[in-house]
């Protein structure tokens, strides 16, 4: 990180050992809090330099985002990865309300990976009880989470 005329710049080192070939195209993710958003995206952009990224602050705003753009979504070129803990609608109520609203067809375009900062075998569980995820990690992410996501759910085929 480098400061200039007292504000902060942030470069992302783009190395070919960081990068990775994939089919992974898109992004979304939902998480409440901005700082999170922010570093998930950088350590993103690392690993894949021209991915698209999306941003919801709750679960509402992930369904419009969902129901919005659910036509443009190829399959196995889409990463969901949801936040638990957030206002208005959580993680839980979102997978609810993503069940209902989505057909299967729809749902299994999305690779759908839980995010939570509170580590537990219960939250785990529950989350891999749940058709649609597809994995369950611990904030913070980095480069090297991402890549693990990357080569598991979207394999350069």
């Known amino acids: 990180m480098s400061v200039v005329a007292g504000k902060r710049f942030f470069f992302i080192e783009f190395d070919a ?4 070939h994939t089919n992974l195209k898109w992004v979304l993710l939902v998480d409440d809090d901005g700082t999170t958003n922010m570093l998930n995206t950088l350590f993103l ?3 894949v330099p021209d991915i698209k990224i999306d941003t919801a602050v709750n679960g509402h705003r992930a369904l419009d985002f969902l129901d919005s753009h659910m036509d443009e979504i190829e399959p196995g070129t889409f990463l969901l990865v949801l936040d638990i803990e ?3 609608m959580n ?3 979102f997978l609810e309300a993503y069940n209902i609203l989505f057909k299967k067809e729809e749902r299994e375009k999305i690779a759908l990976t839980v ?7 219960e939250v785990k569980y529950r989350a ?3 058709a649609n995820v597809k994995d369950c990690l611990y904030k913070p992410l980095s480069d090297i989470n991402f890549k693990k996501i990357i080569k598991t759910f979207f394999p350069d085929e």
């Not at 050992?17 to 990775?20: E, L, Q, R, S």
């Not at 995010?115 to 075998?121: G, I, N, R, V, Y």
Request: hydrophobic share 45%; proline share 9%.
């Open 17 to 20: 050992k960081n990068m990775v």
């Open 45 to 47: 952009k690392r690993v």
């Open 86 to 88: 957030m206002p208005l």
């Open 91 to 93: 993680g839980w109520e």
């Open 115 to 121: 995010l939570t900062a509170k580590p537990s075998e």
């Open 128 to 130: 891999l009880a749940n």
